[in-house]
Structure formats: C-alpha cells, structure tokens
C-alpha cells in the first residue's frame, strides 16, 4: 500500500510566499513522477506542476515563472515553492506520486487528500 500526504497550506495576502510539501510512503519499489494538481471550487482539477525521476519539471503556464518544484534526496518526496501568489491560486493543492508498488508489475497514481492554499486579496 502506498499513501501520500501533503502538508504546508494556508492562508497568504496575495503577493506572498507558501512552501508546500508532499511525501510518499510505503511499500513502493520506485516512483516514475510526481505532481502537484490543484482545484479550485467550480472547477475542474488541473495539473500545476510535474517532475519526473530524472528532474524533468512542467509547469502550467498560468504558474510559470512564479512556482517550483522539487523532489527531495530521498526521492520520495517533493516540494512547491509558490512565489507572488495570486487570488486566482487559491484552491486544494494534490500531490500524487505515479509509482509502482512492491509486488506490482505496473505504476498507480496515488493521491493524497489535498490541503487549503488561500490567497487573499
């Protein structure tokens, strides 16, 4: 089984900083990628952010420039910096981790159950 958890939302004045934080656990025997995807209410779920096991990273036009990603030494883990944040960033941020799970011969994306970023105008 292999659980992801999320970890640094919250409430922000536009023009501001948050670090968000995402972490993947269990029996997993590698991780093809992780990404970032937030939905805002109304909306549907969109991709924000993405890096590869190599440290390839997309990003979403609408973030370009003012967001990072990045996987952490263990691997298992990723981090968004999101700089000059806008109103319009406000939604549930997800991490998911495209992995292939011990005793598994294909990859699974699993989702963790998002957090609140709020930026307030």
Known sequence: QVQVVESGGGLVQ?????????????????????????????NQRELVASVTSDGSTSYAESVRGRFSISRGNAKNTVAL??????????????????????????????????????VSS
Request: glycine residues 10%; negative net charge.
């Open 14 to 42: 536009a023009g501001g900083s948050l670090r968000l934080s995402c972490a993947a656990s269990g029996s997993i025997s590698s991780i093809n990628s992780m990404a970032w995807f937030r939905q805002a209410p109304g």
């Open 81 to 118: 910096q999101m700089n000059s944040l806008k109103p319009e960033d406000t939604g549930v941020y997800y991490c998911n981790a495209d992995a292939i799970a011990e005793d598994y011969e294909w990859s699974y994306t699993y989702w963790g159950q998002g957090t609140q970023v709020t």
